[in-house]
């Protein structure tokens, strides 16, 4: 048991050197409030003076304060000490070449080493100072002295003194591992102990709380503090136990710790007889030291577990971090090729660390040609765009002067060019949503730990591949158009899938073999139907002299009508109704006069429009569907042969291409001696968490080893 608080000692100052606090370890905290006495009680258990003395705050920094009991004829810690002869001396750890044999010098290297960190303005520093005390009038403890609490700021204090004393206190006291020694002046009322209340914020079952009660020779007459120690005012599980410190009078005429211990113990004889072998100072340190012990036999099975836990993470996160660079040129060859490698790999749906929160590499890819590709070609109406209207135009414009018995095959091909065209977009779209893609994969396989080591090499990648991508573009783009020239150029009706237009020319058979007499009746009725038309156009027209001149030529609607009966006029006069609103007869001679300003002769005033709402007859709309469906059955087939050609044109030309000369492009761009230097310069941060880790792991692996230095035995 009393090899327990050594080894805590050691593990102290093995973490204090590395500067970290990842081990929470058993420990002694100090609290109280401004001059209630807790550097006195420090002091009388050390049996020295040794801390700063003086008016206001004097702690202005956490004192870690290791108390190691020496034996006069112990040679073998003197020897570890630089062969000390003094029977005490104390050592820093921020200054351990030099041993400190006079206290009045520890004194002054505490004030020194405060106002190093803290300054001269009064204010405070979490910054612990540590220091060994070696001596044969001491029990070994490890104690925590940390600035009283104070609420008023005074001098050149900040305004949050307050709240920064609070914070560090409670950083102290909250450690699990912690033993609370809270400190009260006797001459104040128990309740309002601000020690006692920050005790109860973290530990509030008082498992680990021990309160002390100084001061007891400065209450009031006729009072005492029987009733406070005895826990009946404010009870505390570790005990209440009362101690009588030095008056300021007996620091000025330098009176002795000894001759301070035994005036206590004549003190406590005198006034509490009862309670005396309860309290004071000999008392509390013998209480100390055993509550420490065991608390550090209680706590060290889940200290033991800690460090080995945190070895272990630290050496996986030192392994991640890569060992010192010897052969550069290697180390660049093997970053390249697992660049390559997991390039390729997120591609092919290999790689090691797949996502499962989002899609990535080539089941995006995937995605980008199957869903999003092709929902977006079947969002691409066959006839959108096209009115009837147009479709009549493009018939009319198809015949030419001559009037057509049956739907012309030009006006079918100019009409589902114009549709095909529709579909160049979306292709090369999709190109550009495979190359964002590709150019993501590179950030997603940036990840590595080698990338974040070289940042030069991984902006040198990135930027090789960037280009590779952005070389392919063109021509995967220009690949993409000439599938869609492809159909373009030549419109196959013999396609097997078109059946559309034999479907079409058999129907059109059986409705003319149906007789003369259907045919006849369906040309009146549409030419009834048109009359009306143009009477209702020639209402609304503006063209007035067009109207005349038809008059004066001595054309009617119903001479018109009968040619078209007689012969194929059908076609002609749904041309003359249709598209010009009205047919324009022979001008009588000598009524055209030609001025000589204009240029080339116009019969008509103005360009010849359909009307507005105009109903279309029964041939037109037959040849509306028609065209129609031609084009809706022929759209279908280019659009199934597009869908199938672009993805295939974007993983030859773009997607394999990088694929296989991606590792060639990296190592022709990157591997020249002149540049490896460069980019296998390493990041900062990199370098100093290797350090930081590496000191961490020495650390770690110290601290096992003296832990495993406790046998089972020894600690029950």
């Given at each position: 048991m009393e090899n327990l608080i050594p080894v805590i000692n050691k593990l102290q100052e093995v973490f204090n050197a590395v500067g970290s606090d990842v081990i929470q370890l058993p420990q002694i905290v100090v609290i109280g409030t401004q001059s209630s006495g807790k550097s006195s009680v420090l002091e009388n258990l050390v049996g020295r003076d040794f801390l700063p003395r003086g008016a206001g705050i004097v702690t202005r920094r956490p004192l870690v304060l290791q108390l190691i009991y020496v034996s006069p004829d112990d040679r073998e810690i003197r020897q570890q000490e630089c062969g000390v002869e003094a029977e005490e001396w104390g050592r820093f750890l921020h200054n351990k070449a030099k041993i400190f044999t006079d206290f009045e010098e520890i004194r002054e290297e505490i004030d020194k080493e405060t106002e190093r960190m803290s300054g001269g303005n009064k204010g405070i520093c979490p910054e612990p100072i540590q220091l060994k005390i070696f001596s044969p009038h001491v029990l070994t403890l490890t104690l925590v002295d940390l600035p009283g609490i104070t609420k008023v700021p005074i001098g050149d204090q900040p305004e949050d003194i307050e709240f920064q004393i609070r914070d560090l206190c409670l950083s102290y006291i909250s450690n699990p591992n912690s033993i609370i020694l809270a400190v009260t002046a006797a001459n104040t009322d128990l309740a309002t102990s601000e020690a006692l209340k920050f005790a109860r914020e973290v530990d509030p079952d008082g498992r680990r709380t021990l309160?002390?009660?100084?001061?007891?020779?400065?209450?009031?007459?006729?009072?005492?503090?029987?009733?406070?120690?005895?826990?009946?005012?404010?009870?505390?599980?570790?005990?209440?136990?009362?101690?009588?410190?030095?008056?300021?009078?007996?620091?000025?005429?330098?009176?002795?710790?000894?001759?301070?211990?035994?005036?206590?113990g004549a003190f406590l004889q005198k006034r509490y007889p009862a309670l005396a072998s309860r309290n004071g100072t000999p008392y509390l340190a013998r209480t100390l030291n055993r509550l420490l012990m065991h608390h550090i036999r209680d706590c060290l099975p889940e200290l033991k577990t800690r460090v080995n836990v945190m070895a272990a993470q630290f050496q996986q996160l030192l392994n991640s971090f890569g060992d010192e660079v010897a052969d550069k040129p290697q180390l660049l060859l093997q970053i390249i090729t697992k660049f390559a490698a997991a390039y390729c790999n997120t591609i092919e749906g290999t790689a090691k660390n797949i996502e499962t929160t989002e899609l990535c590499g080539g089941a995006r890819i995937c995605y980008i040609f199957h869903e999003a590709f092709g929902r977006t070609l079947k969002s691409v109406d066959p006839l959108g765009g096209l009115t009837e209207l147009d479709i009549l135009t493009a018939i009319r414009n198809a015949t030419g002067t001559r009037?057509?018995?049956?739907?012309?095959?030009?006006?079918?091909?100019?009409?589902?060019?114009?549709?095909?065209?529709?579909?160049?977009?979306?292709?090369?779209?999709?190109?550009?949503?495979?190359?964002?893609?590709?150019?993501?994969?590179?950030?997603?396989?940036?990840?590595?730990?080698?990338?974040?080591?070289?940042?030069?090499?991984?902006?040198?990648?990135?930027?090789?591949?960037?280009?590779?991508?952005?070389?392919?573009?063109?021509?995967?783009?220009?690949?993409?158009?000439?599938?869609?020239?492809?159909?373009?150029?030549?419109?196959?009706?013999?396609?097997?899938?078109?059946?559309?237009?034999?479907?079409?020319?058999?129907?059109?058979?059986?409705?003319?073999?149906?007789?003369?007499?259907?045919?006849?009746?369906?040309?009146?009725?549409?030419?009834?139907?048109?009359?009306?038309?143009?009477?209702?156009?020639?209402?609304?027209?503006?063209?007035s002299s067009n109207s005349d001149g038809m008059s004066e030529g001595g054309w009617s609607m119903a001479n018109w009508t009968k040619a078209g009966i007689k012969g194929d006029g059908d076609s002609s006069s749904r041309l003359v109704a249709s598209h010009h609103g009205m047919s324009q007869p022979p001008s009588a001679p000598g009524s055209v006069t030609q001025s000589p300003s204009r240029r080339g002769i116009n019969l008509l005033d103005e360009v010849p429009t359909v009307p507005s709402g105009r109903r279309l007859t029964p041939h037109e709309q037959r040849e509306c569907v028609i065209i129609e469906k031609l084009i809706r059955s022929y759209f279908l087939i280019v659009r199934k042969n597009i869908q199938d050609s672009v993805p295939k044109a974007i993983m030859h030309f773009l997607v394999n291409y990088v694929k296989d000369n991606l590792q060639s492009e990296l190592v022709s761009h990157l591997y020249k001696q002149e540049e490896i230097d460069k980019l296998l310069e390493e990041s900062e941060h990199i370098a100093a968490r290797r350090r930081e880790a590496s000191e961490m792991m020495k650390a770690l692996q110290k601290a096992s080893q003296i832990i495993s230095e406790i046998r089972e035995t020894h600690v029950w």
């Open positions: 309160a002390v009660v100084t001061k007891l020779d400065l209450m009031d007459h006729g009072t005492d503090a029987v009733d406070v120690l005895c826990g009946r005012i404010i009870p505390v599980k570790l005990g209440i136990i009362g101690v009588v410190n030095r008056s300021q009078a007996d620091i000025n005429h330098k009176k002795g710790i000894k001759d301070a211990l035994r005036d206590e009037p057509a018995l049956f739907v012309p095959e030009v006006s079918f091909e100019l009409l589902v060019k114009r549709q095909i065209r529709r579909l160049e977009e979306p292709g090369l779209r999709c190109i550009e949503l495979v190359h964002e893609e590709l150019q993501r994969i590179i950030q997603h396989c940036g990840t590595q730990q080698e990338m974040l080591r070289f940042p030069k090499l991984h902006e040198r990648i990135v930027d090789v591949i960037t280009s590779l991508l952005r070389r392919r573009l063109p021509t995967t783009n220009h690949m993409v158009e000439n599938i869609v020239a492809i159909e373009l150029a030549y419109i196959n009706t013999k396609h097997p899938d078109f059946e559309e237009a034999k479907l079409i020319y058999r129907g059109l058979s059986d409705e003319l073999c149906d007789g003369p007499d259907h045919r006849k009746t369906a040309i009146q009725n549409a030419a009834a139907a048109v009359n009306k038309q143009i009477k209702v156009g020639l209402t609304h027209s503006s063209a």
